[in-house]
C-alpha cells in the first residue's frame, strides 16, 4: 500500500516540477497568477473619438475676397427688332456685372471621424484627420455693388449671378493654397486640443 502512494506521490512531484518549469519559460502562466486579479484594459478610443465628434466642425481659417462677375443675354424683342432694322449694328445685348463681396471659413469637418482613424495607447494618441474643406461661403449682400446694369434681370437671373461669384470665391482660395493652409492649422489646433485631454505624445496627420 505505500509503495504506491510512493509512485503516485513521485509522479506528482513530477508533474509539477515540469510545470513549473515551462511557466518560468513563459509557455504557461505561473502558479502566481491563479491567485492574482485579472488586468482590466478599457478601449478609451469611442469616449475620444466622441469628444472630438462633438466639436463638430473645426474652423481654422477666416477668408474675406471680392470678385467681379458679369452676365449677358440677349435683350427684349424691341431692343432685337430696333437693332436689325439699323444697318451695322450688333445685335442688342443686356449686361449685368456685379462686384461681389463674401466670407469663406474654411476647415475640417470632424462629425464623420470614425474609430479607425483613431488610435490610442495609454498616453499617446494617433488620429488621421478628413482633409480641409469649406465649412461655409457667404455673401454679402449690403456689400454686393451693380457695377453695370443694363436691360431687365430678374431677381432670380440676379440670384444665380450670386452664386456663381460665390463658386468663383470658393475656386479662388483653392487656387491660393488657403486650403492647405487651413489643413495646417487644423492639424496644430487638434494637436493642442488632445493635449488638453491629457495625452503626452500625440500624431495627428491628414488623410
Same mark, same amino acid.
Given at each position: 500500500? +505505500?509503495?504506491?502512494?510512493?509512485?503516485?506521490?513521485?509522479?506528482?512531484?513530477? $508533474?509539477? *516540477?515540469?510545470?513549473? &518549469?515551462?511557466?518560468?519559460?513563459?509557455?504557461?502562466?505561473?502558479?502566481?497568477?491563479?491567485?492574482?486579479?485579472? +488586468?482590466?484594459?478599457?478601449?478609451?478610443?469611442?469616449?475620444?473619438?466622441?469628444? $472630438?465628434? *462633438?466639436?463638430?466642425? &473645426?474652423?481654422?481659417?477666416?477668408?474675406?475676397?471680392?470678385?467681379?462677375?458679369?452676365?449677358?443675354?440677349?435683350?427684349?424683342?424691341?431692343?432685337?427688332?430696333?437693332?436689325?432694322?439699323t444697318p451695322g449694328t450688333p445685335p442688342a445685348l443686356d449686361h449685368l456685372v456685379l462686384v461681389v463681396k463674401g466670407e469663406l471659413q474654411l476647415g475640417t469637418d470632424l462629425k464623420g471621424l470614425t474609430e479607425k482613424q483613431v488610435f490610442v495607447s495609454g498616453d499617446s494618441i494617433s488620429i488621421r484627420l478628413p482633409p480641409a474643406t469649406v465649412l461655409l461661403a457667404q455673401i454679402n449682400p449690403s456689400q454686393t455693388e451693380t457695377f453695370i446694369e443694363e436691360g431687365d434681370w430678374t431677381p432670380e437671373q440676379v440670384t444665380q449671378l450670386k452664386i456663381k461669384a460665390r463658386d468663383q470665391l470658393i475656386e479662388r482660395a483653392r487656387q491660393k493654397g488657403l486650403l492647405q493652409k487651413a489643413n495646417e492649422r487644423s492639424l496644430k489646433i487638434m494637436e493642442d486640443f488632445l493635449k488638453t485631454l491629457g495625452f503626452t505624445k500625440t500624431s495627428v496627420r491628414s488623410q
Open positions: 500500500m +505505500t509503495r504506491p502512494l510512493l509512485k503516485i506521490a513521485g509522479y506528482a512531484v513530477a $508533474i509539477i *516540477a515540469v510545470y513549473l &518549469l515551462i511557466a518560468k519559460m513563459g509557455w504557461l502562466p505561473s502558479p502566481a497568477s491563479w491567485f492574482r486579479a485579472a +488586468t482590466v484594459t478599457i478601449d478609451e478610443t469611442p469616449i475620444i473619438v466622441s469628444r $472630438i465628434r *462633438a466639436l463638430s466642425e &473645426l474652423s481654422s481659417l477666416s477668408v474675406q475676397d471680392e470678385v467681379v462677375v458679369t452676365q449677358i443675354k440677349p435683350s427684349g424683342t424691341a431692343k432685337q427688332i430696333i437693332s436689325m432694322m
